[in-house]
Each structure stands twice: as C-alpha cells, then as structure tokens.
C-alpha cells in the first residue's frame, strides 16, 4: 500500500491564509468526515499534523478504524508568518509570490524548509501509514516520492478531503 497522505476537509473561510495557525472547518466539512473516512484505504496507523483541522479528521478515523494516533508538527503546513490570519487580496505578496520557490513570506518559512522537516518526517513514515496533513506538505511528499521540482509538485491539484499514495 505504501504511505497515504490525506489533506484535511475544508476551512470556514479557505481564502484566509491559515498556515500554521488553527482555524475552523466549514460546516459542511464536518457534515462530510464519515464520507472522507470511508474513502480512504485500510491501514495500521496514523501520523497527523497536530493544528486542528488535521487532527479532526484523524481522530475520527482513529476511532472508525481502532487505530491509535501520533501527532508530528513536521506535517504542519508552511508558516506564512505576517500573511497569516489575512487573505491572499488584502495583503501584497507579490515579492514573496514571485520568488516561491526560494523565499520565505515575512517572518515566515521558506517552501524549501518545509521540504527538508517533510523529508525527515517522511525517513521515520512506514507503509501503511495514513498521513493526515495539509496541501503544502503533501506536495512537498510528493515531490520527494516522485524526485518532481517543487513547481511541478505545486501544481498538483490536492482537493480538501482528498488522499494520494506516494
């Protein structure tokens, strides 16, 4: 079966830059958690990012499945620093957006940084691991799996609720 990585449902707001911060997920999100649950493959554990909207999800699926849970805050999304809590219109990120790839937002993290606690993270996974996650993480995994550039792994489309197997 190998890894699966899963992104959590969707926020309240998913315009809202959330980042590392914990925020809601929309009603309709909660309404779904048994419909995610039931889509994803057996497996034997499962590692989570610790903020609040992966671990939901994870523990709805921990206790569906009778698995047991850890929470690893190197599956946490990228820290977007001052941009967080803001949406992508209200503030100017265009010196950040057009170097992506190198930069990190202000006082946040480079997408780089995030590849490096991704791959550690990634060393200590087992196969039949459920990783509960978010999209940046996950591209980033799959970049690793696949040796993609991190453009061509961004431009994957990870949908809330969604999984893939690396």
Known sequence: MGVIVVRHP???DPRVIAGQSNVALAPRALAAIDAIV?????ARRIV???LSRCRILAHAVAVRRGLACTF????????FGALEGKRWDEVDGRAYLEEWTTAAPPGGESIAAVR????????????????ITH??????????????????????DIAFGSWRAL
Do not use: K, M, N, Y
């Open 135 to 156: 999209a940046g993480p996950i591209r980033c995994a799959l970049a690793i799996a696949r040796d993609l550039p991190i453009d061509e792994a961004f431009a994957i």
């Open 38 to 42: 039931e889509s994803l493959p057996a």
């Open 48 to 50: 989570s990012s610790d």
């Open 72 to 79: 690893d805050c190197r599956w946490r999304e990228q820290s």
């Open 10 to 12: 969707e926020t309240a």
């Open 116 to 131: 490096t606690r991704v791959a550690a993270a990634l060393a200590e996974t087992d196969d039949e691991t459920l990783v």
